[in-house]
């Protein structure tokens, strides 16, 4: 298709405008060839005729709609100026990009405001991501610097250019904190830090405010940063170029010198600044000729305590940095010098008054006469002789500028050399990366020599950036396999050999410096001659004084006048020489070496690949004046930096001037064509737009375009056929495209006729489609009216009917109501008749009924008259009748009574009657008598027996009293002192009688005024409660209006209560996350060191010397507690030390004896004490009714009690007796057996061959025991032959040590309890006395007063008790605990006692009989302890922490590992050995840090080992003993746990344990995870066929790209989440921890996709927002499917799940606004303006964003209090939880595997 074709009606192309440079316009009208015009409307509506002719072309055809604001300009299909500018213009102004990528270049157009991407977050979101992936950004170019180098280990250079006001030096800035933050540093000296300290610096002494730039450079610098092999910053080099030391003297209107000047000055007010003599700087002469000393906005003091720290931190002494002060403020001194004029005017002189002068000389420690004098004079030698000569005014001002301009140069590579200095480090370099920081292309109203070097440097690089371009792009066809052909591109190389070559215009201008009379003029008039040919030299028409050069850029004109002056840079030689007499060392140094150096800096020694030569020349140097000059010595390092630049890969910088009022977001369209025309970036376009700039791989191509192929087509599996068939169909000019091996290669243009031809099939199925649609709905319209009408007539029919049924029923219903109407007529009519007559016939008939009733009732009042008064007669008659027969029977009665009691009285006196009364009474008094008998008869009996009973004890007890007494005669010392201990016994008990009896009135006092309190108090509760309750009914209405704000108060400080512990935590977390990085670089570094020392004959330590232990860092537990289990071991050692030998076994049978004869005493005694404790018990609450037999009974329990005492007493001397008797017939049998065994061996030595059964050693043995018990024996012979009496003397003495010792200890206790009694009745007194005081203070107090009062009082009274109780339940816990260790130490004492007779062999047959006293001890079960020797620890640690596998273990118990440790660390707490749990569990914890630290990248590993720890962390909360870690223990787990010690200190340390290994895992799945992200939710295709491909740039076909497809899909994400999952699931790590890991995960899935969506404005459309919410949806059903829906994770997704809703929302009206605002609440307003911006159409059918609606988002968005982050920290860590999950496993149900070499642990 040929281009005229193009030229339709509706394209739009791009035509001149004077004003905008270039204005879009649409077509009307079709061209034709030949026409002289095209018919335009212009976007105001107006029509326009573009004239065709021989001087104008066809206009520029504007890229479709699509395209526009593409990150790349490459990705345009017409390639031109105005698709460049436009294209940048929508990016900065629409959409707030800066930066722009154009091939190779980065396009930054500076904003003039601080903009929010450039954090710490942005620079890890652009860590290890391809450039064409992310949005264009200085990061991405220094990523792929970085990259590059590391990856192809060569080194690379970053070219940053511009225009003064750019952007440049922020733009270098920002590349350094890059390389420093992702580099570090290979050592510790900070080298990143000093690198980026540098800038300050660098920016004090070199950068200046120009009319163009508040803060411009006025050098060029190259920054050399070097890596080592890992990558790691190793040092720093910098060279500057071209200082412009002319501005040290001299600066144009509205500008500034150097910034330290007005720093030093807005800081002289400082005590150390005092003898500088400086003031404002208005005051002096070279910083007040711009007219502004400020900047607004700029503090220059506090930019000057930067500065001075930055000299700190690279290393400047103070010393020197006060003489850098000094010489910039003599600087300042010796512009304000005064000349004064002499007489003649040919000669001047200066005041040795002058006050600046003094202080120049003062600050530089120079003689002021010298200086005062060769100021105004200078030598001239000649051949003969010298003469000094004055100098004129202006000449002695000159010298003066020149002195000031030369110490300044002086001091800025000196400060240079001290900075490289700083940076070099001895660490070898591998490679480097380069930042260059240098002026761009500069034109002026007036240009000099400054300009002229400038863009001689600019001719330079723009020549090495244009072969850097064409060597790309051939580089990639030839990849491809495209046959080119050689592109034609502008070559500067004749216009830098103008200007280098020989006799060219450097060359002429050095030649004319060395004439001794040589003038601008002169060298002018040589130029005109030599290079008037020349077709990049012309000479102005009306100038004789400048000259013209044709850069690449634009034609500059430059003036002639100075030129000569600042390349010889002349300072005269004598004032050199008083400099360098200058009593200052610095200053002196600073002169001392005058030799043609040129202005760069040494490279250091760094190891670079490269070979750079020296700037010096080769040529010695002319003497004097003569020396090099300024261009010679820019050439020479311009070269040398050209060397440096061709030997590494670099990457270009292009830095954009928006507009020169410096006006935020404001573009200048005219300003921003002449600096992209100079800066190379449409050369660049140029170059790309003369080959294939459009390329496309074969699979986005066939996505893109599938619309406009054939069916038949798509049937084929070869998508590169396809793609070839459907170019040779649509593309008839083979020319217009090329097809590589990978990427087909379009011309300019041939994407946008593309692109037509998809649009025009996607319009025509657009047509289609809404042809069908509308005739759908048209249809559907017509069905709804039809159904209406239908409806209606329905209706309307019904209407009529029920019309026409109404009247028919009116019409009956008049007829009825006649009827009726004329029927009710009649009918009263009627009924008035009837009623007449009735009424007539009533009358009548009642008249005649009236008579009857009368007659009748007289007759009836006759009747009742007779009734009445025949009854009366009647009852009259009866009464008289019954009267008398009642007097009648009265009269008889009487008479029959009395007959009666006359027989009864006769009967009475008879005795016959008496004896039947009696019977009875004789039955019940013989019964009677007969019980008092059997009564008498039982207390008779019950007499006898207790006087025997009490004959017995008596008998008993005197049978005692006499052996006592016995006893007591021989012992007459020890009696009288039992004697008086028994008195004092007595006295003691009875004043422990008489405490208790006062005690006792006390509590029954205090009880009955607490009783009395307590009513008083009850009454005031029951008033106060009154009260209350009368105030909360007045208080309850201020309640109900206040609640609701109240609870809200309550929430919001709930919630932020959480916060501030959710931070407390994280803080706490992440100290210990930065202890553990400390703890390994601690290891890392002693590993190093060991290396170093390491020498041929190195010894290794000692095996029990265990490094294990050197490197815990925790905390021993201390011992003291078993010091009192000491003391009490000791109590008991003195008293049995006499009683045991452990070498005797006689000594073992009478403690067994004594022991087994005590344990059942024990129990004897302890049974009858509780019967007797109880008997008295249920005697005190009983009445005491009868007191003698209570008596009695009491002094029965007394002697019975004494008598047992007695008992025991000799029960105890009976023993020793009986051991001491067995000893004898022990030593009787020992000598017998003695004999012979001696006749037997004196027989076995006469014959040889008899069988010996004895040993020698037994035989000496022997021997000598029969000799030791002869001894004994023969000591008590005086006694008895046997010596039993003195045995038993022996047997009593020390029962009587006994029975003392025991006094001893009751006396003391009685003491203790008398003085805890004295102490009770104290306290309580004082109780009673604040009682009675806080009573009387009650009742003067008001009734609400009292009750609050005795409120307070019982609070204090229960807080003081509940502390009192606290106390006591300490003491006990610690009582307890003591005696628990003393009782295991007991027992361990007698078990190895008892284990060590057990193994004695049995060396006689007189052993056999003693077997039998030992205790056997019983066959115990497992009780979950493991018991394993010390020397057995470091082999436990090996084969159960070191040298584990999950695999090993993987069939086993979860967790087996923690629960053999802890059973280890049971045993150890078992037998009370703090050394052994203290080792175990240091040993244990390093194990484990070695473990993770080998394996720092192995997530089975981290796992498993957090899944113990956290277990082990568990089972020591578990069976601590605190009763809150033990609610769901069974009595079977409470039996397992620990009894000795404490392990508090050791939970705590292994918490932290478990919080650096979560990070670690942590930090293992972030790594694992992090890659597949963003291809899986971002980028892959989950929905087939939704997403577009649009045109790729350079970028996306970028050299960082790695080769291969590295796409990840959701189902491998969702792969890798299960394997996650099941793996920490089956190493039994808690459900909880579990929860917390998923949920950090997906926080970082939302982070780095939310990151990513920010960054990249390719995935910001509707499509990729469908994509992503179907792609959340799949992970929210996978944590539903793992019941994972509690932990969080879902909620972390809430700004991911916003953003893609915010993609897919309408984006066009107000309505629209409110509802993006009300629903993105998880997102900051910067994001979603940060998306709106970068969202991007992919079809021509969606509609961009306006600025107008991203405006009204941010109106409405003004009310948020978001943070300024444009980005999330995806590095976060939520602080992690580690709740209490006790264990259902009891310890001596686990099984341990053979598998795990654990043999030498034994089960206890």
Excluded at 945 to 970: F, G, H, N
Excluded at 1527 to 1538: A, D, G, I, R, S
Excluded at 1774 to 1802: C, G, Q, R, W, Y
Aim: aromatic share 8%; glycine share 4%.
């Amino acid at each position: 298709m040929s281009a005229v074709q193009l030229y339709t009606e509706n394209t739009k192309v791009w035509i001149p405008d004077p004003d905008e440079v270039w204005r879009s316009a649409e077509i009307i009208k079709d061209y034709k060839e030949g026409d002289k015009s095209l018919h335009l409307k212009l976007e105001d509506e107006t029509l326009y005729e573009y004239p065709i002719d021989q001087g104008n072309e066809l206009p520029f055809l504007r890229n479709p709609d699509i395209l526009v604001g593409e990150n790349d300009l490459t990705a345009l299909s017409y390639l031109h100026e105005p698709a460049v500018l436009h294209n940048l213009k929508v990016r900065f102004l629409e959409s707030n990009h800066i930066y722009t990528y154009c091939g190779i270049v980065l396009v930054a157009i500076n904003p003039y405001e601080q903009m929010p991407i450039y954090e710490q977050d942005v620079i890890y979101a652009y860590r290890d991501q391809n450039t064409g992936d992310m949005d264009p950004h200085i990061f991405a170019v220094a990523e792929e610097a970085y990259k590059q180098m590391s990856r192809d280990e060569k080194n690379q250079s970053i070219i940053v250019s511009g225009e003064s006001g750019a952007g440049k030096t922020v733009s270098a800035k920002y590349a350094m904190r890059f390389f420093a933050t992702v580099g570090g540093s290979a050592s510790e000296t900070n080298i990143e830090a000093k690198v980026l300290a540098s800038n300050p610096i660098m920016e004090a002494i070199g950068n200046a405010k120009t009319t163009r730039n508040n803060n411009s450079s006025r050098f060029g610098k190259y920054i050399q940063i070097g890596f080592d092999k890992r990558s790691r910053i190793t040092g720093a080099n910098m060279r500057t170029y071209l200082l412009e030391k002319s501005r040290v003297v001299f600066q144009a209107e509205a500008e500034r010198n150097y910034h330290i000047f007005y720093q030093l000055c807005a800081s002289a007010s400082l005590p150390e600044f005092k003898d500088l003599g400086l003031t404002c700087a208005e005051d002096f002469f070279y910083t007040s000729q711009g007219g502004y000393t400020s900047i607004g906005g700029v503090d220059d003091a506090d930019d000057f305590e930067k500065t001075r720290h930055a000299f700190t931190l690279l290393g400047v002494k103070e010393s020197h940095q006060t003489t850098i002060f000094r010489i910039i403020a003599a600087i300042l001194h010796l512009g304000n010098v005064e000349i004064q004029v002499e007489q003649d005017g040919d000669a001047c002189s200066i005041s040795s008054e002058d006050e600046h002068l003094n202080k120049f000389c003062s600050l530089l420690g120079v003689e002021c006469s010298q200086m005062q004098h060769w100021l105004c004079h200078y030598k001239l030698v000649t051949m003969a002789e010298t003469y000094i000569k004055s100098m004129s005014v202006q000449q002695v001002v000159n010298a003066r500028n020149a002195l000031a301009k030369h110490i300044y140069a002086q001091l800025f590579s000196w400060i240079v050399q001290h900075v490289n200095k700083a940076m070099h480090t001895t660490v070898k370099q591998h490679s480097f990366i380069g930042v260059l920081d240098i002026y761009g292309f500069e034109t002026f109203e007036v240009n000099s020599f400054e300009q002229f070097c400038i863009n001689y440097a600019n001719e330079k690089l723009q020549q090495q950036f244009n072969l850097h371009v064409f060597k790309l792009e051939q580089e990639e066809y030839m990849k491809e396999g495209i046959p080119w052909t050689l592109i034609d591109f502008c070559d500067n190389q004749p216009c830098i050999d103008l200007i280098e070559m020989k006799l060219g215009i450097l060359d002429l201008l050095d030649e004319e410096c060395k004439v001794p009379k040589g003038t601008d003029q002169n060298w002018m008039q040589k130029l005109y001659d030599q290079h008037a040919g020349s077709q990049h030299f012309q000479k102005p028409r009306m100038s004789n004084s400048s000259f013209i050069i044709l850069h690449f850029a634009d034609k500059v004109e430059y003036q002639s006048e100075g030129f000569l002056e600042k390349n010889r840079d002349t300072v005269y030689e004598e004032q050199i020489h008083i400099l360098k007499a200058s009593k200052d060392q610095m200053v002196a140094d600073l002169f001392q070496d005058e030799k043609d150096a040129a202005p760069t800096t040494s490279m250091g020694t760094g190891t670079s690949k490269i070979s750079v030569r020296s700037a010096r020349p080769v040529i010695k140097a002319a003497s004097k004046k003569h020396k090099k000059t300024v261009g010679h010595q820019f050439r020479n390092s311009l070269h040398l930096l050209m060397e440096t630049l061709n030997a590494t890969t670099p990457h270009y910088v292009r830095c954009i001037k928006p507009n020169d009022e410096k006006l935020p977001f404001k573009f200048d369209p005219v300003r921003v064509v002449q600096q992209l025309r100079a800066c190379g970036v449409l050369e660049t376009i140029h170059i790309s737009a003369a080959g294939f700039p459009s390329r496309w791989s074969y699979h986005d191509f066939f996505n893109r375009y599938r619309v406009l192929m054939k069916e038949r087509d798509l049937s084929k599996n070869d998508k590169k056929q396809i793609c070839q068939t459907l170019l040779e169909d649509l593309i008839t000019d083979p020319d217009k495209f090329q097809f590589g091996r990978t990427k087909i290669f379009f011309r300019a243009g041939q994407v946008a006729y593309l692109e037509k031809l998809r649009a025009v099939k996607f319009r025509a199925a657009t047509i289609m489609i809404q042809k069908t649609v509308r005739g759908w709905l048209q249809r559907v319209k017509y069905k709804r009216l039809r159904q209406a009408a239908i409806v209606i007539q329905c209706y309307t029919r019904g209407h009529l009917a029920r019309r026409l049924a109404e009247h028919l029923r009116r019409t009956r219903a008049a007829i009825i109501f006649q009827k009726q109407y004329r029927m009710l007529q009649i009918l009263r009519a009627f009924q008035r008749v009837r009623t007449a007559t009735i009424t007539i016939q009533a009358f009548a008939r009642g008249m005649f009924v009236r008579r009857i009733y009368h007659k009748i009732l007289a007759e009836h009042k006759a009747t009742i008259l007779q009734k009445y008064t025949r009854g009366w007669l009647a009852r009259t008659r009866f009464r008289r009748v019954r009267d008398a027969t009642i007097v009648l029977q009265c009269y008889y009665r009487r008479m029959k009574a009395r007959r009666e009691l006359k027989a009864l009285k006769i009967e009475a006196r008879s005795a016959q009657h008496l004896k039947k009364l009696n019977i009875g009474m004789e039955n019940k008094v013989v019964q009677l008598q007969r019980k008092i008998e059997e009564q008498n008869k039982e207390y008779k009996l019950l007499n006898e027996q207790l006087s025997t009973l009490m004959s017995s004890y008596s008998s008993e007890v005197e049978k005692l009293k006499k052996e006592l007494a016995q006893y007591q005669q021989s012992q007459w010392g020890d009696s009288s002192q039992l004697v008086s201990l028994q008195e004092e016994v007595g006295h003691l008990r009875l004043k422990l009688e008489k405490a208790n009896s006062e005690r006792m009135v006390m509590e029954d006092s205090y009880i009955k005024e607490q009783d009395l309190l307590r009513r008083l108090i009850s009454d005031l509760e029951e008033e106060n409660a009154l009260l209350k309750q009368e105030k909360e009914e007045l208080d309850s209405s201020i309640l109900c209006q206040s609640e609701n704000e109240y609870a809200r108060n309550t929430v919001e400080e709930n919630i932020q209560m959480r916060k501030e512990l959710e931070e407390e935590r994280s803080r706490y977390q992440n100290l210990v996350k930065e202890y553990s990085v400390l703890e390994q670089r601690y290891d890392r570094l002693w590993d190093e060191i060991i290396i170093i020392q390491e020498v041929p004959g190195h010894r290794r330590n000692s095996s029990n010397q265990s490094s294990l232990e050197s490197d815990s860092n925790y905390p021993s537990i201390s011992t003291s507690e078993i010091e009192d289990t000491e003391d009490g071991i000791q109590q008991v050692e003195e008293i049995d030390v006499k009683t045991e030998v452990s070498s005797d076994y006689e000594d073992f049978a009478y403690n067994s004896l004594k022991r087994q004869e005590l344990e059942s005493e024990n129990k004897k005694l302890k049974n009858e004490l509780n019967e007797l404790r109880k008997a008295i018990a249920d005697q005190a609450t009983q009445n005491d009714s009868s007191s003698d037999i209570q008596d009695s009974y009491n002094l029965l329990l007394n002697q019975l009690k004494s008598a047992n005492e007695e008992l025991e007493v000799r029960k105890e001397e009976v023993l020793i007796l009986r051991a001491q008797i067995m000893k004898t017939a022990q030593q009787k049998e020992m000598a017998t057996n003695l004999v012979t065994e001696r006749e037997s061996i004196t027989t076995s030595a006469s014959s040889p061959k008899s069988d010996g059964h004895t040993d020698q050693e037994d035989v000496t043995e022997a021997y000598q025991c029969m000799r030791e018990t002869n001894r004994k024996t023969e000591d008590w012979g005086y006694l008895n032959e046997d010596g039993e009496l003195g045995l038993a003397y022996q047997g009593l003495k020390q029962v009587a040590r006994l029975l003392e010792m025991q006094l001893q200890d009751q006396r003391r206790e009685h003491e203790q309890e008398v003085e805890a009694l004295k102490n009770q009745v104290d306290v309580m007194k004082e109780e009673q006395e604040k009682q009675q005081q806080a009573f009387l203070q009650t009742l003067q107090l008001l009734p609400e007063a009292q009750v609050e009062f005795g409120l307070q009082q019982e609070t204090t009274r229960l807080t003081s008790e509940n502390l009192a109780l606290k106390e006591l339940l300490e003491k006990l816990e610690k009582n307890e605990k003591k005696l628990r260790k003393q009782l295991k130490i007991y027992l361990k004492k007698v078990r190895d006692f008892e284990a060590t007779q057990a193994i004695v062999p049995m060396r006689g047959r007189w052993h056999e009989h003693n077997i039998q006293v030992a205790v056997q001890r019983k066959e115990k079960d497992f009780q979950g302890m493991l018991e394993y020797h010390k020397e057995d620890e470091p082999l436990l640690i090996q084969n159960l922490v070191t040298d584990l596998k999950p695999e090993a273990v993987s069939a086993t118990v979860p967790c087996l590992p923690a629960y053999i440790l802890y059973m280890c660390i049971r045993h150890a707490d078992y037998i009370n050995d703090d050394q052994k749990v203290h080792s175990l569990l240091t040993s244990t914890m390093n194990g484990i840090k070695k473990v993770l630290k080998k394996n720092s990248n192995d997530f089975q590993m981290t796992s498993f080992w957090l899944a113990n720890t956290c277990r082990l962390l568990h089972c020591l909360k578990q069976y601590s003993g605190d009763a809150g870690f033990m609610t769901q223990n069974t009595p079977k787990q409470n039996e397992h746990c620990l009894k000795n010690f404490d392990l508090t200190e050791y939970c705590q340390v292994l918490s932290h344990l478990s919080v650096q290994i979560y990070q670690q895992l942590i930090k293992i799945l972030e790594g694992m995870l992090q890659p597949m992200i963003v291809s899986a939710v971002l980028e892959n295709e989950s929905i087939q066929g939704l997403s577009g491909i649009k045109p790729m740039g350079y970028r996306n076909r970028s050299s960082s790209m790695p080769d291969g497809d590295s796409s990840y899909s959701l189902d491998e994400i969702i792969h890798q989440l299960n394997t996650f999952h099941s793996v920490m699931c089956d190493q039994g790590l808690d459900p909880e921890v579990v929860q917390q890991v998923f949920k950090q995960l997906f926080y970082m899935i939302n982070a780095v996709a939310l990151n990513n969506l920010l960054l990249r404005k390719d995935v910001c459309s509707w499509s990729t927002g469908m994509q992503l919410r179907f792609n959340i949806s799949q992970l929210e059903e996978w944590l539903h499917g793992k019941n994972l829906q509690q932990s969080g994770a879902a909620q972390t997704l809430e700004p991911l799940i916003q953003a893609a809703q915010l993609l897919q929302l309408k984006k066009k009206t107000s309505e629209d606004a409110e509802a993006i605002c009300s629903l993105c609440t998880s997102l900051t307003t910067q994001q979603i303006v940060k998306i709106l911006n970068l969202y991007t159409p992919v079809n021509e059918f969606e509609e961009r964003v306006t600025v107008a609606f991203i405006r009204d988002i941010q109106k409405h968005l003004q009310e948020r209090n978001d943070p300024p982050q444009l980005l999330l920290d995806f590095k976060h860590i939520f602080p992690v939880l580690f709740p209490f999950n006790p264990s259902s496993i009891t310890m001596d149900s686990i099984h341990i595997p053979a598998s795990l070499h654990l043999e030498f642990l034994k089960k206890v």
